[in-house]
Each structure stands twice: as C-alpha cells, then as structure tokens.
C-alpha cells in the first residue's frame, strides 16, 4: 500500500495526497493506494502542481494497531514531528490517528532520502 | 566588533530585494523548483522534513546585543520561538515559511546580519578561536583576519562555483578552540623567530565520508600576503578538484591524492605567478578593519577579586560553575565566561527567544556588548569583570543557562540528525538528551572530568563524530536506527580521528555503551588522565569487552 507526500511550496509543511486530490497535513485523511499504477499515475500528476507542492514521492504504507502508517521511520518523523520537542509537530493533535504513527514498528529505507542523494 | 558601510548595505539590500522577487516567481509558478533551488540555497534557505530552514551566517561567531535582539526577535514572529546553534557558528531556524523568508532577511539585514554563502559550493561563512581578543595566549586578533577573508571571500566571482563547498578556520592561539585540523582550509597565527607575524597554513583537513587531519603546506606564510595566498589554494582546487563525483570533490580528496608535498607545489607555483600585490589587503585597508576590534576601555582592576572570591568560597554551585565555564582573561580582573547550551535533557545548541533576549541584557551590561558562539555549539561572554561574575551567573540561571558542564560528559554535540534533517539516516538529539541524563547529576559529570562527546545523524558529520573523545555516528540498517561508535578523537591542538569500536548498537543500547565506557575509564584512569588519554594508553580492547558484553 502506498501514499503520496511531499512538502508544501508556501510553508514547506510535511503534506499528503488527499481522498479528494487535495493536499492534507495529517497522514490519517491521505489517500491510500493498493494499486501500484494508480499510485504512480497520482505521482506524475503531482509532479505537474508546482505551485503546490515540492518534489512529490511515493510512500510505503502498514496497518498499524489503529489505523495505518508509513513504513519507514523518516517518513513517521515526517507525519509526526520531531521526537526531541513534544510540543512540536503534527503529534500535537493526539489521538488514535497520531497512536497508529507512534506505534507503528515498521522499518525501511525511505525512498524520500535515497532519491534526495540520488539527485545531489 | 566590525560594522558594515554603505555599500555593504547597499549590497545586502539589493540582495533582499532580488530573493523577495525570486520567491514571488517561485510561488507563482514562473520558477519551477530545480530552477530556484540553487537561488534559495544561495540564501542559505533549505527545505527539510516539516518546514524549510534558514541557516544564518554569524561570521567568526561574534554576536553584538543588537543583533542578538534581532534575532529573537525572529524566532518569535517567524518561527516557534527558538534557534539552533551549530557546529558552524551558524544559526539554524528550522520552522520557516517560504512566504516569510524575504521579510526575514530583510530583519536581519537591518543589523548587518544575512544567510548569503551558508549553503552552496562557495567560500562558506569563516570561523575563529570564541576567545578573541579575550585570551592571553593568542599573538595578534584572529576576527581581523577572519574579517578580511570574509570581505573578500563574499560574492567572490571566481569561487562562486567551487567543485564543492569551502570551510576555512583561523586561530591566533596555541590551542585550537577553531578545530582548525578538520577543515578545508585552517590558518594558526604565530610569530616566527623573528618575531614576524605569520600564518601557519594546512589545508585538506575534513570529516564526512573520508576523514582527514590538515597537513601543514606551509610553516609560515607572511600575515601580510594571506589572500594571494588563499586565492592561490583555491584556483589549484578549482583547477583539479574532482566535479564529477560529489563524495571525492571537497579539497581533501585533492590533498590526500597529490600529498601534501605535491599539493604544496602546485599551491607555491600558481602563488608566484599570481600577482600578489593585487590581491593582498593594502596596510591601510588592514588597519582600518584592526580598529573595528580594537580592544574596548578595560578598567584597571586587580588581578584578583574579593566579591568573586567570597561568592566562591560561599556557594558550592557557583564554585562549580566557576571551575567549569570560567575561563582566564588577558586582562587582569576580567573572566570569559562559557554559557553552555547543554542542560541535560535539553535539545543540544537550542536557544529560546527568551534566552537570547536575556544574553543580549547580559552581553551589554557585563560583556562589552559582546558575545561569541562556539562550535561546540555552546556560548561565550568574552569580557566580564571578575567581580560581577556572581551577579551574571544568578541572572543566567534564571533561564537555565547556568549548566556547570563546559567540556563534561553533559556537554554533547549534536547535529539536528533524524528529527529535521532530510540527509540524516539517524536522529542525534534524542541520544544526546539519553546520555546527559545519565550524568544529569553535575557530581557525578564533575567525577568523570572531561570527556567530549560528539553525535552525527549521518556520514556528513556534522555532529563531528569523529574527533569526539566519544563519537556516535547513526547509520540505516534497513532503515532501522543503529549506532557506529568511535573513541579517541579530538578536534584540538591534539587532534586525531576517532577509532571504530566495533558493530554498531541499537538506539536504545547507546547511552548504556557510553556509561560502559565510563566505567572503564574510571577503572582504569590513573592520576590526571582525562578519558582520552586513558583510551590512548589502553586502547580499545578494554572498552570493547565492555561494551559488547553489556550491548549483546
């Protein structure tokens, strides 16, 4: 299962594709894609939103204990903020949406990272 | 401290202006993203994992209370109320909109402050000794010349487009408070037999992916001729520098390739065809900017002081705080004073607008309006009387900025790592915050003595990992985190790299090996010892038993 995300071009905010093909800042309301061509087909058509949103890429996405989460670790940072402010971040908000992020235990490299040295 | 002239405003405003008009075609779509990428990065704006950074440029690290002022200022309007000090002397704020970056630097603009060439394969901003002009060991005033490299180096035409980034360090002391061995380009100030004032150069040190100690090019290069000769430097890197692989393009890799011996020729050659009149600062111009730090009214005071003596003698933790962040000063009656950034628990480096409001107080009353960054990412009053060091010390504490841990265990370097940065493959603060905990009690720091601890996220060493007495560097095992550690670096006059332990450790095994290796040290130290030289007379066997029979 994938999820599309990128940062905001106004305030450089971690967002993900919406149901609605908006872009939203929690990753509970992102869409999520069991198929592979509609996820990529979503991905080109973000690449296209330059005015919207920044260098646009692919998640990978696990069921948690209440919901789902990313896989990688950098790409829960992203969805929650950083772990060395609790005051800081999307974790804030709390709840059963934030739970399923914090007590994801998937591992992975994210693709974010590796095709950000990729085009270094 | 120096101040900028006309056309050093002009400059900067233009600059505003042209990025506000960059950022404007940017959100309307007329810049597509790797199209200003390069533009924002030359304003030092970085676009990391929740909001974009803006990396401010704090020459040599010194700080007026205006500018202090300015920046919480910032913190406050524009970001979430705080500011990261890095191991650059820079500050990072690591919450900014795009919108706002325009209006940002147009604020710092104001106080002669700007982000210009803190990102970029460009001469990056120039650091120095925190001590300057406080400390009675240096020969000559290292800002004088950390600000002409700078005026010369900024919008410099022909190293706007270097193979890679370009850090250059200067010390006028014996000791190395400037890491000078790891950078680029490392200038020690020292006088010759003669008595001439000169630069001892090395060049090539460097962290990162291949680590390297500096070796010397040249014993004594003439004060007088220090940019023909660092024009030199740079046109032979400029010339051979690798542009095709981004991990061997920074001027170590040059260095290491042709020796230091062949890179030395190379640098002597194109110096001598060079004309270097042309390119040296003229006296005038030198002393013009020598007046810009000429030293304030010290008072005449005695050597010693009753009030300090008495608070010493009369308050155990201002003893302490005393014996850790006070330092001697060149004048008699007068102190440098080490503010630490490092309360244990606390983000490595943070620093609220609170805090920054109440130094920059501070800074005016007991300072000279002074005060100084230093790499280990930690502050500095450069000037204060003896006698009011009691006062500054009780009104420091009232912010939490009266940590008595200068050079301790507590004292860890931590780079941003996994919880900002998009290169990290490992957070960094959260490791730093579990160690300090573990020494929380200033007893138990104070037992173990000094002990430099130094945390990277990743490979670009940032955290500068391996010249920590203690190194920890965050690698991605199939992006879980884990942690390599190295022992028995250091960044001063006796600098070395660090040596590998052995496998890296899980995240929560880190804190439980470095209070291993403390035990070890402990066991071991004989009189004097700090832990690196125990580790130098023991090497790692004894820490490695340790670590790996409590790890696994």
Same mark, same amino acid.
């Given at each position: 299962?994938?999820?599309?995300?990128?940062?905001?071009?106004?305030?450089?905010?971690?967002?993900?594709l919406?149901?609605?093909?908006?872009?939203?800042?929690?990753?509970?309301?992102?869409?999520?894609?069991?198929?592979?061509?509609?996820?990529?087909?979503?991905?080109?058509?973000?690449?296209?939103?330059?005015?919207?949103?920044?260098?646009?890429?692919?998640?990978?996405?696990?069921?948690?204990?209440?919901?789902?989460?990313?896989?990688?670790?950098?790409?829960?940072?992203?969805?929650l903020?950083?772990?060395?402010?609790?005051?800081?971040?999307?974790?804030?908000?709390?709840?059963?949406?934030?739970?399923?992020?914090?007590?994801?235990?998937?591992?992975?490299?994210?693709?974010?990272?590796?095709?950000?040295?990729?085009?270094? | 401290?120096?101040?900028?002239?006309?056309?050093?405003?002009?400059?900067?405003?233009?600059?505003?202006?042209?990025?506000?008009?960059?950022?404007?075609?940017?959100?309307?779509?007329?810049?597509?993203?790797?199209?200003?990428?390069?533009?924002?990065?030359?304003?030092?704006?970085?676009?990391?994992?929740?909001?974009?950074?803006?990396?401010?440029?704090?020459?040599?690290?010194?700080?007026? $209370?205006?500018?202090?002022?300015?920046?919480?200022?910032?913190?406050?309007?524009?970001d979430?109320?705080?500011?990261?000090?890095?191991?650059?002397?820079?500050?990072?704020?690591?919450?900014?909109?795009?919108?706002?970056?325009?209006?940002?630097?147009?604020?710092?603009?104001?106080?002669?402050?700007?982000?210009?060439?803190?990102? /970029?394969?460009?001469?990056?901003?120039?650091?120095?000794?925190?001590?300057?002009?406080?400390?009675?060991?240096?020969?000559?005033?290292?800002?004088?010349?950390?600000?002409?490299?700078?005026?010369?180096?900024?919008?410099?035409?022909?190293?706007?487009?270097?193979?890679?980034?370009?850090?250059?360090?200067?010390?006028?002391?014996?000791?190395?408070? =400037?890491?000078?061995?790891?950078?680029?380009?490392?200038?020690?100030?020292?006088?010759?037999?003669?008595?001439?004032?000169?630069?001892?150069?090395?060049?090539?040190?460097?962290?990162?992916?291949?680590?390297?100690?500096?070796?010397?090019?040249?014993?004594?290069?003439?004060?007088?001729?220090?940019l $023909?000769?660092?024009?030199?430097?740079?046109?032979?890197?400029?010339?051979?520098?690798?542009?095709?692989?981004?991990?061997?393009?920074?001027?170590?890799?040059?260095? =290491?390739?042709?020796?230091?011996?062949?890179?030395?020729?190379?640098?002597?050659?194109?110096?001598?065809?060079?004309?270097?009149?042309?390119?040296?600062?003229?006296?005038?111009?030198?002393?013009?900017?020598?007046?810009?730090?000429?030293?304030?009214?010290?008072?005449?005071?005695?050597?010693?002081?009753?009030?300090?003596?008495?608070?010493?003698? /009369?308050?155990?933790?201002?003893?302490?705080?005393v014996?850790?962040?006070?330092?001697?000063?060149?004048?008699?009656?007068?102190?440098?004073?080490?503010?630490?950034l490092?309360?244990?628990?606390?983000?490595?480096?943070?620093?609220?607008?609170?805090?920054?409001?109440?130094?920059?107080?501070?800074?005016?009353?007991y300072?000279?309006?002074?005060?100084?960054?230093?790499?280990?990412?930690?502050?500095?009053?450069?000037?204060?009387?003896?006698d009011?060091?009691?006062?500054?010390?009780?009104?420091?504490?009232?912010?939490?900025?009266?940590?008595?841990?200068?050079?301790?265990?507590?004292?860890?370097?931590?780079?941003?790592?996994?919880?900002?940065?998009?290169?990290?493959?490992?957070?960094?603060?959260?490791?730093?915050?579990?160690?300090?905990?573990?020494?929380?009690?200033?007893?138990?720091?104070?037992?173990?003595?000094?002990?430099?601890?130094?945390?990277?996220?990743?490979?670009?060493?940032?955290?500068?990992?391996?010249?920590g007495?203690? /190194?920890?560097?965050g690698?991605?095992?199939?992006?879980?985190?884990?942690?390599?550690?190295?022992?028995?670096?250091?960044?001063?006059?006796?600098?070395?790299?660090?040596?590998?332990?052995?496998?890296?450790?899980?995240?929560?095994?880190?804190?439980?090996?470095?209070?291993?290796?403390?035990?070890?040290?402990?066991?071991e130290?004989?009189? /004097?010892?700090?832990?690196l030289d125990?580790?130098?007379?023991?090497?790692?066997?004894?820490?490695?038993?340790?670590?790996?029979?409590?790890?696994?």
């Amino acid at each position: 299962m994938k999820a599309l995300t990128g940062n905001n071009l106004a305030d450089g905010e971690a967002v993900f594709l919406g149901h609605a093909g908006d872009w939203v800042p929690r990753f509970a309301d992102a869409e999520l894609f069991d198929d592979e061509d509609a996820a990529l087909a979503a991905e080109a058509r973000a690449k296209t939103q330059i005015t919207i949103v920044v260098d646009p890429y692919l998640i990978d996405v696990i069921p948690s204990e209440h919901g789902f989460a990313p896989l990688s670790y950098r790409e829960r940072v992203r969805a929650l903020g950083p772990t060395n402010k609790p005051e800081h971040g999307k974790k804030t908000e709390g709840g059963e949406a934030i739970d399923a992020l914090l007590h994801a235990h998937g591992a992975a490299r994210s693709k974010g990272r590796v095709e950000l040295i990729r085009r270094k | 401290m120096y101040q900028y002239d006309a056309i050093d405003k002009e400059m900067l405003a233009d600059r505003v202006a042209e990025f506000r008009e960059q950022c404007e075609r940017r959100l309307s779509g007329e810049l597509t993203e790797d199209q200003f990428k390069r533009l924002r990065l030359m304003n030092g704006l970085y676009l990391q994992l929740h909001a974009y950074m803006l990396r401010i440029a704090i020459p040599y690290g010194a700080l007026n $209370s205006k500018q202090l002022r300015k920046l919480a200022f910032i913190v406050g309007a524009y970001d979430k109320g705080y500011g990261h000090f890095t191991t650059r002397t820079n500050l990072q704020l690591h919450w900014i909109k795009l919108r706002d970056a325009p209006d940002i630097l147009a604020h710092l603009a104001e106080v002669g402050m700007h982000a210009i060439q803190t990102s /970029g394969n460009d001469i990056r901003n120039i650091t120095a000794d925190p001590h300057a002009g406080a400390n009675a060991d240096e020969v000559d005033d290292p800002r004088i010349w950390a600000e002409a490299i700078r005026q010369w180096s900024t919008f410099h035409p022909e190293f706007s487009f270097l193979p890679r980034k370009f850090k250059i360090a200067v010390t006028a002391s014996p000791a190395d408070r =400037a890491a000078t061995k790891v950078y680029d380009i490392g200038l020690r100030l020292h006088r010759n037999d003669a008595g001439e004032l000169g630069f001892e150069v090395l060049v090539g040190g460097g962290l990162g992916r291949t680590p390297y100690l500096g070796p010397v090019i040249r014993q004594h290069l003439p004060a007088r001729h220090l940019l $023909s000769y660092l024009q030199a430097i740079l046109r032979v890197y400029n010339r051979h520098g690798r542009r095709d692989n981004i991990w061997k393009a920074r001027i170590k890799v040059l260095v =290491a390739g042709l020796g230091a011996e062949g890179f030395a020729r190379e640098v002597e050659a194109e110096w001598e065809s060079a004309d270097a009149a042309q390119v040296d600062l003229p006296d005038l111009e030198l002393a013009r900017i020598r007046a810009a730090f000429t030293p304030r009214n010290f008072e005449r005071l005695p050597a010693a002081s009753s009030a300090f003596e008495a608070a010493k003698a /009369g308050d155990p933790a201002f003893a302490r705080f005393v014996r850790h962040n006070v330092k001697p000063h060149k004048i008699p009656g007068y102190a440098i004073v080490d503010i630490s950034l490092k309360k244990p628990g606390e983000t490595p480096g943070d620093c609220s607008g609170e805090q920054m409001e109440l130094l920059a107080d501070l800074a005016e009353r007991y300072s000279q309006d002074e005060l100084r960054v230093h790499y280990e990412q930690n502050l500095i009053l450069p000037h204060v009387k003896l006698d009011d060091v009691p006062a500054l010390w009780k009104a420091l504490g009232t912010l939490d900025l009266d940590t008595p841990n200068r050079g301790l265990v507590t004292d860890i370097i931590a780079c941003p790592g996994l919880d900002y940065c998009t290169l990290a493959n490992a957070r960094a603060i959260p490791i730093a915050q579990q160690i300090a905990k573990r020494f929380a009690d200033p007893a138990l720091a104070e037992k173990v003595g000094e002990l430099g601890i130094k945390i990277s996220g990743c490979i670009n060493a940032c955290g500068h990992h391996h010249v920590g007495a203690i /190194g920890i560097l965050g690698v991605d095992k199939k992006g879980e985190e884990f942690y390599q550690l190295t022992l028995g670096g250091s960044a001063e006059a006796d600098a070395s790299l660090g040596q590998v332990l052995g496998p890296a450790v899980p995240a929560n095994k880190v804190a439980d090996a470095v209070d291993s290796m403390v035990e070890v040290y402990l066991r071991e130290r004989k009189d /004097g010892e700090r832990f690196l030289d125990t580790f130098r007379r023991t090497g790692l066997a004894p820490f490695k038993e340790a670590v790996y029979a409590s790890a696994h």
